[in-house]
């Protein structure tokens, strides 16, 4: 599948109920991240993502630590 354009935020509720499978997807996910994404595009994921150079983002109030990530991509050039 192709996209039509960068993706500007990308929601990645990707928990399996088994936490090392769940972790071992959001590794493999990762390094394509940014390929299918906009500079300065947000990911909302369920699991942490090794995304170097992205700035994880402070949670809206009332969302509980470490029940999601919020993660943004650089702004490039």
């Known amino acids: 599948m192709q996209l039509p ?3 500007a935020l990308v929601h990645a509720d ?3 109920g088994d936490k090392q499978a769940s972790l071992a ?3 493999a996910l990762a390094p394509l991240l940014p390929r299918v994404t906009t500079p ?3 990911l909302a994921s369920d699991q942490p993502m090794p ?8 949670l809206p109030e009332g969302v509980a630590a ?4 919020l993660y943004r991509r650089p702004m490039e050039g």
């Open 5 to 7: 354009a960068p993706a």
């Open 25 to 27: 997807l959001a590794r």
């Open 14 to 16: 990707i928990g399996t």
């Open 66 to 69: 470490g029940r999601y990530r």
């Open 51 to 58: 995304l170097p150079g992205w700035t994880e983002e402070p």
């Open 40 to 42: 300065g595009a947000i």
